[in-house]
């Protein structure tokens, strides 16, 4: 239906073009006035009211049709004395409802089922209707006001170029929209998590075991549930986990990272670093579960084996396997970002601490990157962010129980790690465990967004201070 | 310490200083090296698949249908019969152990096989064919050489009465390697020797397609707004300040996000490249509005001014100059924004394309799976088969990120204009 509707909108806008271009053009030369812009603006002007006020609407009413349907039918069948005591039952009579409506349904319809799909019917019928009537309804009348204002011989060149600025600016808008979106969506299921779990005892509880959450019914939680619970959810081990894994990643990648954006910048010749350069930015290409399944599947076994014949446990899933590879992953950033932060040290600075006799080492070590300092710390605090927001690596590679331990040998988690794993396959909606994975989300959303906020301004001071 | 001595000294720390650079470059490129080398030769062995030369013969007995057939009437019919009769005579077993063994030797799909045979040839009852079956998956580990066969046979997959005959087949020459048609055009499956991309690709494909045509728009209208209209206020360093925020927010967020928004408020279907395509576009529009103003940005001020200067407006200077000056970079910029967006993973994980789908989907709201998820999935069974297959899905993602990232390259070398 959608489909084609939005095809009748492009062929009446279509017909609109040309019947605006050539009418103007009659009018001009019938009544010999002069137009106030050429006339494919007229035609322009009558495409953007005839289609963008329709695909406005069409596209609002097709986000919140079905939702307004099933509320409208869930309520119809509890009337009809239907009985479910929760969301999901609900919503499996609904689908039932909505399979005997598309005749896909083979199990027993009692009367109920039957009314309701009757019902469902009805009311599909109806605001189908009721879409067609009002979409036409705004086409015509959007076309007769445009109509009129070009009769009037209006300035159609500037008010297009209005109207298409306006939908500049709402795809600008987007981004916002985003922002919002995210902050919405994990503020709404962390308020609920934290209605249940009090925040200190997720801030500073130092067991994290959602497993044991299983609460049936989320609305009345028994005292002895509550207890279960309350210690369930602390943040402490993944967090440890966490800044464990992403401090053996910086290891990594901070020295080799720097110390090829050192020689890039000041050593290598032009030829070396084009065909370097591309390569260690290769790096930052690859997927990251393809880093993950290196990493699980060779680099773990590999540590495991060299511990076995050093006599050390190992354990196949360590911290130290995932922080390595996330490292290797990292080393392009802190490298292409070093390396630009030192580029734009002016040459002035060296030349003056050649001028006093010191070596190219020197110059570097004494001069060049105290200079850099904010930019290189901006370049390594983003890369910090990219290490603890990282996911498929540590969910590959790193363990899921959350040990708190120091110990790069023995397995640890991430608070990634555990937004997968409670989300991954069937989730009970309302649990506190499901609304935990939104409450982590808010905390990883929150530390990457302080971390790149220091990092940006640590960079942008330090560019000002040389520009 | 006499002044040579000192100069010697601060020599050598700067050849050592030099050698640290250097020794970092030369680490982050041999690991390049390493996880390429490692990847290709776990996977190019699954590019090929593992046959038993067999001879099948169809006897009236054991079919219900004719010779002329219809196509109908073959897609029923039943050739587990004909199946086992044939399969069981390709090495002299003994008793019924020793042929049960014998069929394990063969895929699951041995009967479709036969069935296919006999569908491109309806005229074959009471004739015996040549057909290359395809064998199971331990034995296609072990004829690749993956397998070891030296463990003892509590550890084996293949029993030892399994290993004669295997070594039968090789010694007659029963068993070959074939081109892998199964690993392109199938779907998912739990035996690893059926299991292809086929469905991986085409819910990658969709996926990517969607946020294609999502992003790229918004994205260059976005940035075309920020970069020549804006007025400087508040709300545009609002906005610039959410872009640059969004470009760094974790991936996995924006799966919590889809999760939330399309999944359990709009109510969009699970596990579908739909969702997949509008969550990888919301991620991948601040990636590309960054690229895409830095190279409205390089067009020369003089340009706009000279099309301002002849009497044209301000939009006809940027639609009709600025922009068609800046296309090279601004589609570069969307290419490698989707390259990025095709190896994601953590979010298609939280909105269900884990879910093991069989089918290739036919349309953007079938169920599906898609490349990067599809090695993870692989990755975490436990048949060596698997090992094989996702090393290649690898490969196979590996190269499209290649190609993407080289058209990218491509764009900007030859059509950006390098002004000075």
Known sequence: MNIVLIFLITIFSVSLFFYGKSKTKTISIKDNIKLNALPKFYGYYLVLWCSIPALVFLLVWSLFEPVIIKSIIIETAANQGAIFSDKNEANLIYEKIKAIHLGTYFGDIDSILRESALAYAKFINLFTNSKVVLIFGIIIASVIYSLKKIKNNNKARDDVEVILKGLLFVSSLIAILTTLGIIFSLLFESIKFFSVINIFDYLFGTNWSPQRAFVRDASSITAAEFEELKDAFGFIPLIAGTSFIAFIAMLVAVPIGLFSGIYMAEYASIKVRRISKPIIEILAGIPTVVYGFFAALTVGPFFRQIGENLGLTVSSESALAAGLIMGIMIIPYVSSLSDDVINSVPQSLRDGSYAVGATKSETIKQVVIPAALPGIIGSVLLAVSRAIGETMIVVMAAGLAANLTINPLESTTTITTQIVMILVGDQEFDSPKTQSAFALGLTLFIATLILNYIAQRAVKKYREKYD | ?420
């Not at chain 2, 580990?141 to 087949?169: A, W």
């Open chain 2, 1 to 420: 310490m006499t002044k040579e001595e000192r100069l010697k000294k601060r020599h050598r720390a700067e050849k050592r200083f030099r050698f640290y650079g250097l020794t970092s470059i030369f680490v982050a490129l041999l690991f390049v090296v390493i996880l390429v080398q490692n990847i290709f030769s776990k996977g190019s062995s699954a590019f090929k698949k593992t046959v038993i030369t067999t001879e099948v013969f169809f006897d009236q007995e054991l079919l219900e249908i004719q010779n002329g057939a219809s196509q109908e009437e073959i897609m029923e019919a039943d050739f587990y019969d004909i199946m086992i009769e044939n399969l069981i005579k390709a090495y002299p077993a003994k008793d019924r152990d020793e042929e049960d063994e014998l069929l394990k030797l063969f895929s699951g799909d041995a009967e479709i096989e036969i069935k296919k045979a006999f569908l491109n040839d309806n005229n074959l009852i009471g004739k015996t064919i040549t057909l290359d079956l395809t064998a199971s998956d331990d034995i296609d580990q072990l004829h690749k050489g993956n397998y070891p066969r030296d463990l003892p046979e509590e550890r084996r997959r293949i029993s030892d009465f399994q290993l004669v005959i295997y070594d039968y087949f090789v010694e007659n020459k029963k068993i070959s390697k074939n081109f892998n048609n199964y690993f392109f055009n199938n779907g998912d499956s739990r035996d690893p020797e059926l299991a292809g991309i086929g469905g991986a690709l085409v819910g990658s494909f969709y996926s990517i397609l969607i946020c294609l045509l999502l992003a790229f728009p918004v994205a260059v209208l976005a940035s075309i707004y920020l970069e020549e209209f804006a007025p400087k206020n508040k709300i545009t360093d609002f906005i610039e300040i959410n872009i640059n925020n969004l470009a760094a927010v974790p991936s996995i967020v924006y799966g919590l996000l889809a999760l939330q928004i399309l999944l359990a408020t709009i109510q969009l279907p699970r596990s579908t490249p739909l969702v997949a395509g509008i969550t990888l576009a919301l991620m991948t529009l601040p990636r590309i509005i960054i690229p895409c103003r830095a190279s409205l940005k390089a067009v020369p001020p003089s340009i706009r001014e000279g099309a301002l200067a002849v009497g044209a407006s301000k939009f006809q200077s940027v639609f009709h100059h600025v922009v068609p000056l800046a296309l090279p970079g601004t589609l570069s910029g969307t290419i490698i924004g989707l390259a990025q967006a095709l190896g994601e993973t953590a979010p298609l994980i939280l909105i269900g394309m884990v879910a093991f789908v069989v089918d290739i989907p036919s349309s953007p709201v079938d169920p599906s799976s898609s490349l990067p998820v599809q090695v993870y999935l692989w990755s975490e069974s436990a048949e060596r088969g698997f090992v094989e297959k996702t090393s290649a899905t690898i490969m196979m993602l590996l190269s499209f990120l290649i190609v993407m990232n080289f058209i990218a390259v491509y764009l900007r070398q030859k059509f950006e204009k390098r002004w000075n």
